[in-house]
């Protein structure tokens, strides 16, 4: 199933897996650096508030990082380490995290995938991401305009790179909203605003504590495939065109050095 999922992933035209929340089998990452795929891997900390989270729960996913730094460092498809899923991070917590990481492998990239701050501001998450020194910003915008992307973007600014770790979810039901939205997400990758996109998700998951429109009964039909594997041709499609084709005008080239 593995060797099947991420053929598929790799025949959609994406070039890098997000191995969410938690860290995967080592044949995961085997079979993606066979295939030219970079992954990231998770500490399983998830929608938690650092602030008031026990000291022992944070200290356990550091050292779940650190854990599959030393196993998987050395294999060429693990590119970066998230510490947290939606969650509230501490700048203490991320400083540390960063330099326990960084001490194993100053090449692994860290980030954390969509975290927002104590009071919610886009700028106090931005500011928690340069403070700490983080490789890059994450952002989660699960929107129905699409103009909502740029947006985002402006408003981190451009100290380093923007990667949407999850985008998508319902938009998938939507297919002239879909077509919108990768248009949208083209056009700021060409122009160099961004930097890359994880969608949300790859395959359908059973999910029994949820009622809204992402549910079909007891599963969470949000995947590009069900969990049969059976393909929506308009997702996979039209994510396709995103990974594959020119979407929007070049970037001009750089005036100065």
Sequence with gaps: QIDRDFHMIKSMGANSVRLVHYPHAPHEIEVAARLGLLITQESGLTWIDFRHAPPSTLQTGISILERVVKRDWNNPAFFAVLLSNESTPTFEVMKEARQ??????????MSTPGPSAADH????VR???DDAEFDFYSAHPYTYTEAH????????GTAKPMVFTEWGGPVGKLPRLLEFEVRALGELIQQGRLSGTYFWEWADMTQYQRDDISMDGPTLAEGIVTEDRRVRHDVFSRLSELYRYDMGEPAAPPRSP
Excluded at 100 to 109: C, G, H, N, T, V
Excluded at 121 to 124: A, D, G, M, R, W
């Design 127 to 129: 500011k928690l991401f």
């Design 149 to 156: 992307f740029a947006e985002v973007i402006d408003a981190f």
């Design 121 to 124: 501001t886009i700028e106090s």
């Design 100 to 109: 326990r990481i960084k001490a194993l492998e100053p090449s692994i990239l």
